[in-house]
């Protein structure tokens, strides 16, 4: 740590009484040191650093951060106050003050280094040796970890995220975390030794995963199978969410990891006597910073990762479909579809005038629909790479439009994004141009190529096809609608909100960005298709209830309100509980309601499902006579299926009641 601090970079005496003027102090013995080349735009970005969440810890010590352009070597500067200075830490003003400097391309081997000095800072040895020393390079040497007396004894390691901790049989709770800040240099690391500690202490076996600027090692999915609860403390996006999925979860501020780790480890093992299991979401499975963290993502199958990449831009897209296609909708509903071809109301509205308002209402959504191509392209590049792709990216989906290749266009130009990008960050370049990298070589190369790619090699082709596939929505009638109707029906009721129901949606709203009348009526069979599921699992419960326990029961009447407001997912617990009868049952009847649907020539133009866009629908008493066309075959297999068991589980619970309600009517 010889390169990090120095004796000049230590002020034993350090006379600041604002967290301003302590950080202003510390650096300008940087500056005399020449490890920072612009005072004020350094100090800067330590402002923005400090304003994202205080850097006080409780214990008297203060750790203002930041990475910088203006930083030309990580640096660690150290002044102790006599008076205190208030960082916003809840126990008072900080005596021990850490400025931690990092360049914006710092390398893993400094940052593990900061990352280190981050985890001492919890011991409360090292912290009083640090208040005790008088000697500038002896607590340098300190810091350093020169010094063998001062090494803190009392500090276990925390377990390497791809290992288990050593654990006795008789353990008596296992406690999983994942940490992270924004910068990802000290609280990251301080938040996993104090879970770490405060476990110890507790005689619970924590494995922390830290997902910071030294990198992020796994943890071993064996650790995370046999843990009994979750916490996150984090300040940024945690890393792929999924591994975590049944598991009961705290989920915390990365400072709540570092100055109150007994409080997370009591509520951890509360909400496992509860039996709370968290409903962790299906995003956040992209590690933040576009790496891998190891072998997670270059070990997928290609087919996962793909469909993980275009999910991501399809996310990203769906409010832009939403605001843009329901205000759109809405215009039609007022002003008639003739309104599309309205003036500017730039240049033409009238206050009083419905129409006026239509068309507003109308130019605002279709401005809103502009951004569908790029940002599902943008989106799709940040999937693969990360911020840097989201330049290229957008560009892409722009030139898509420009060349009239649409849907289809956007997701080749986020697909060729994404990979251009990967590939210029494989190029090892030298240190002192990482920095530059992310924010302007990377963006300006890929935008680039993107830009060629799109205008000169595959934009053309695509947008060929774009408009084959166009003139065959058209074209769909008889026959071949039916068909079109059935395999979306089934790709809705399929997996209910997970990857072929999103395929499905992403293909109907695909067509919305240039609507016509064949892409309306894809529409409307994907969203009536989508009400299914949960409609025939209410009416199931309430037709059959002997077929189903209580807690069934239950859910079944909130499916109803759910299949309503097109809530696809309201099924997704019957399935769970009986896979093999519900999902075939509710899959028939999807497929029923989409040829249905498509077969009466239903259309809609709002992206969204549901009783309240029924105004919206062509042929509206026809569309719900598909629904309930539909729901009703989905009852009527589910219901049978599950009567032909030749035994009916019942929790012990309905048992008991059931008999007591016998011995009533014997008595009677």
Same mark, same amino acid.
């Given at each position: 740590?010889?390169?990090?601090?120095?004796?000049?970079?230590?002020?034993?005496?350090?006379?600041?009484?604002?967290?301003?003027?302590?950080?202003?102090?510390?650096?300008?013995?940087?500056?005399?040191?020449?490890?920072?080349?612009?005072?004020?735009?350094?100090?800067?970005?330590?402002?923005?650093?400090?304003?994202?969440?205080?850097? =006080?810890?409780?214990?008297?010590?203060?750790?203002?951060?930041?990475?910088?352009?203006?930083?030309?070597?990580?640096?660690?500067?150290?002044?102790?106050?006599?008076?205190?200075?208030?960082?916003?830490?809840?126990?008072?003003?900080?005596?021990?003050?850490?400025?931690?400097?990092?360049?914006?391309?710092?390398?893993?081997?400094?940052?593990?280094?900061?990352?280190?000095?981050?985890?001492?800072?919890?011991?409360?040895?090292?912290?009083?040796?640090?208040?005790?020393?008088?000697?500038?390079?002896?607590?340098?040497?300190?810091?350093?970890?020169?010094?063998?007396?001062?090494?803190?004894?009392?500090?276990?390691?925390?377990?390497?995220?791809?290992?288990?901790?050593?654990?006795?049989?008789?353990?008596?709770?296992?406690?999983?975390?994942?940490?992270?800040?924004?910068?990802?240099?000290?609280?990251?690391?301080?938040?996993?030794?104090?879970?770490?500690?405060? %476990?110890?202490?507790?005689?619970?076996?924590?494995?922390?995963?830290?997902? %910071?600027?030294?990198?992020?090692?796994?943890?071993?999915?064996?650790?995370?199978?046999?843990?009994?609860?979750?916490?996150?403390?984090?300040?940024?996006?945690?890393?792929?969410?999924?591994?975590?999925?049944?598991?009961?979860?705290?989920?915390?501020?990365?400072?709540?990891?570092?100055?109150?780790?007994?409080?997370?480890?009591?509520?951890?093992?509360?909400?496992?006597?509860?039996?709370?299991?968290?409903?962790?979401?299906?995003?956040?499975?992209?590690?933040?910073?576009?790496?891998?963290?190891?072998?997670?993502?270059?070990?997928?199958?290609? /087919?996962?990762?793909?469909?993980?990449?275009?999910?991501?831009?399809?996310?990203?897209?769906?409010?832009?479909?939403?605001?843009?296609?329901?205000?759109?909708?809405?215009?039609?509903?007022?002003?008639?579809?003739?309104?599309?071809?309205?003036?500017?109301?730039?240049?033409?509205?009238?206050?009083?005038?419905?129409?006026?308002?239509?068309?507003?209402?109308?130019?605002?959504?279709?401005?809103?629909?502009?951004?569908?191509?790029?940002?599902?392209?943008?989106?799709?590049?940040?999937?693969?790479?990360?911020?840097?792709?989201?330049?290229?990216?957008?560009?892409? =989906?722009?030139?898509?439009?420009?060349?009239?290749?649409?849907?289809?266009?956007?997701?080749?130009?986020?697909? #060729?994004?994404?990979?251009?990008?990967?590939?210029?960050?494989?190029?090892?370049?030298?240190?002192?141009?990482?920095?530059?990298?992310?924010?302007?070589?990377?963006?300006?190369?890929?935008?680039?190529?993107?830009?060629?790619?799109?205008?000169?090699?595959?934009?053309?082709?695509?947008?060929?096809?774009?408009?084959?596939?166009?003139?065959?929505?058209? /074209?769909?009638?008889?026959?071949?609608?039916?068909?079109?109707?059935?395999?979306?029906?089934?790709?809705?009721?399929?997996?209910?909100?997970?990857?072929?129901?999103?395929?499905?949606?992403?293909?109907?709203?695909?067509?919305?960005?240039?609507?016509?009348?064949?892409?309306?009526?894809?529409?409307?069979?994907?969203?009536?298709?989508?009400?299914?599921?949960?409609?025939?699992?209410? #009416?199931?419960?309430?037709?059959?209830?002997?077929?189903?326990?209580?807690?069934?029961?239950?859910?079944?009447?909130?499916?109803?309100?759910?299949?309503?407001?097109?809530?696809?997912?309201?099924?997704?617990?019957?399935?769970?509980?009986?896979?093999?009868?519900?999902?075939?049952?509710?899959?028939?009847?999807?497929?029923?309601?989409?040829?249905?649907?498509?077969?009466? %020539?239903?259309?809609?133009?709002?992206?969204?499902?549901?009783?309240?866009?029924?105004? #919206?629908?062509?042929?509206?008493?026809?569309?719900?006579?598909?629904?309930?066309?539909?729901?009703?075959?989905?009852?009527?297999?589910?219901?049978?299926?599950?009567?032909?068991?030749?035994?009916?589980?019942?929790?012990?619970?309905?048992?008991?009641?059931?008999?007591?309600?016998?011995?009533?009517?014997?008595?009677?």
């Amino acid at each position: 740590m010889s390169e990090l601090i120095t004796a000049e970079l230590v002020d034993l005496d350090l006379s600041a009484t604002t967290k301003d003027a302590a950080a202003r102090s510390l650096a300008e013995r940087m500056v005399a040191a020449h490890r920072v080349t612009d005072l004020d735009g350094f100090l800067a970005d330590v402002a923005a650093r400090e304003a994202q969440m205080p850097t =006080g810890l409780d214990g008297g010590i203060g750790i203002p951060h930041c990475r910088s352009e203006h930083v030309s070597a990580p640096t660690l500067a150290f002044g102790r106050s006599a008076r205190g200075i208030d960082f916003g830490a809840a126990d008072g003003p900080a005596d021990l003050i850490f400025l931690i400097a990092a360049p914006a391309g710092a390398d893993d081997d400094h940052l593990t280094i900061l990352s280190g000095l981050a985890r001492r800072l919890m011991d409360p040895e090292f912290t009083a040796a640090l208040r005790a020393g008088d000697d500038p390079a002896a607590v340098a040497a300190l810091i350093r970890g020169e010094e063998p007396a001062q090494e803190p004894e009392a500090t276990t390691p925390i377990a390497a995220a791809g290992e288990a901790a050593p654990a006795e049989d008789d353990a008596p709770f296992r406690i999983v975390a994942v940490t992270s800040c924004p910068t990802g240099i000290a609280h990251t690391y301080m938040a996993a030794e104090s879970l770490t500690a405060a %476990g110890l202490a507790e005689g619970v076996e924590v494995t922390v995963e830290t997902q %910071g600027s030294a990198g992020f090692s796994k943890l071993d999915p064996a650790v995370i199978a046999r843990a009994d609860a979750v916490i996150w403390a984090h300040d940024v996006e945690v890393r792929e969410k999924a591994r975590f999925r049944g598991k009961p979860l705290v989920d915390v501020g990365v400072k709540a990891g570092i100055n109150r780790p007994a409080e997370l480890i009591a509520e951890a093992r509360r909400k496992t006597e509860r039996g709370e299991i968290a409903a962790v979401p299906q995003g956040g499975d992209r590690p933040a910073d576009g790496t891998d963290g190891g072998s997670g993502a270059d070990s997928a199958h290609f /087919g996962v990762r793909l469909r993980t990449y275009l999910m991501s831009g399809v996310s990203y897209m769906v409010p832009f479909v939403a605001a843009g296609g329901l205000l759109i909708a809405l215009s039609f509903a007022i002003g008639g579809y003739e309104i599309a071809d309205a003036k500017s109301v730039a240049d033409h509205f009238v206050w009083g005038q419905a129409d006026s308002w239509a068309a507003l209402l109308n130019q605002i959504g279709s401005a809103a629909f502009g951004f569908l191509v790029p940002v599902l392209a943008g989106y799709i590049a940040y999937g693969m790479a990360d911020r840097p792709a989201l330049v290229p990216g957008f560009v892409g =989906g722009a030139i898509a439009l420009t060349v009239d290749a649409g849907f289809l266009g956007g997701l080749v130009a986020g697909l #060729l994004a994404g990979a251009v990008v990967m590939a210029i960050q494989r190029v090892p370049v030298h240190a002192t141009l990482r920095g530059i990298m992310p924010v302007l070589v990377i963006p300006l190369i890929a935008s680039a190529v993107v830009g060629f790619l799109m205008f000169i090699v595959v934009g053309k082709p695509i947008a060929a096809l774009q408009s084959a596939l166009t003139d065959w929505l058209n /074209g769909l009638s008889g026959s071949n609608a039916v068909i079109l109707g059935v395999v979306l029906g089934l790709m809705m009721c399929f997996d209910m909100g997970g990857p072929l129901n999103k395929v499905a949606y992403a293909f109907a709203v695909g067509g919305l960005a240039d609507p016509t009348d064949g892409s309306l009526k894809v529409m409307a069979a994907v969203m009536a298709a989508g009400m299914v599921p949960p409609l025939a699992m209410a #009416l199931a419960t309430t037709v059959r209830k002997k077929l189903f326990t209580k807690t069934e029961r239950e859910n079944g009447r909130a499916a109803w309100v759910l299949g309503a407001s097109f809530i696809t997912e309201g099924a997704i617990p019957f399935a769970a509980a009986d896979p093999l009868r519900v999902i075939p049952s509710v899959m028939a009847g999807g497929a029923v309601t989409g040829a249905l649907s498509m077969a009466f %020539g239903c259309t809609l133009r709002a992206p969204h499902g549901g009783i309240f866009v029924v105004p #919206l629908i062509g042929e509206p008493f026809l569309y719900l006579l598909a629904i309930a066309a539909g729901t009703l075959v989905a009852t009527a297999l589910v219901v049978l299926l599950k009567g032909a068991r030749r035994t009916v589980p019942v929790p012990a619970d309905e048992a008991e009641a059931t008999a007591a309600d016998a011995r009533v009517g014997a008595t009677a």
